[in-house]
């Protein structure tokens, strides 16, 4: 269920291809930066992120960036895709 939208800054860590099960995937990871405000500051590491269609499972809790300027969230993504329904 979407809760909010914001401006991202995202930088390519990596990302690769492999097979799982009968199927081909693929997979990016990311460092993406936001701002911090009172959605922002509520996200946990079991919250996932939308972005260009794909959705991004967040790697670890969110990494806070000097005194509430903003915060980083390191994420991976598929291409399996991800319906906001």
């Known amino acids: 269920m979407p809760i ?3 401006w ?3 930088k390519a860590l990596s990302g690769g291809e ?6 081909r995937s693929s997979f990016s990871r990311y460092s993406l930066w936001l ?3 009172s959605l922002t500051r509520t996200l946990t590491a079991a919250d996932a992120i ?3 269609n794909e959705r991004f499972e967040l790697l670890q809790p969110p990494l ?3 005194r509430q300027s903003g915060i980083e969230l390191l994420v991976e993504g598929t291409s399996e895709g991800w319906s906001a329904s």
Not at 18 to 23: A, I, K, P, S, Y
């Open 50 to 52: 939308a972005m260009d």
């Open 64 to 66: 806070e960036l000097g």
């Open 18 to 23: 492999g097979f799982e099960g009968e199927g």
């Open 35 to 37: 701002r911090f405000d």
């Open 4 to 6: 909010g939208k914001r």
């Open 8 to 10: 991202v800054s995202r």
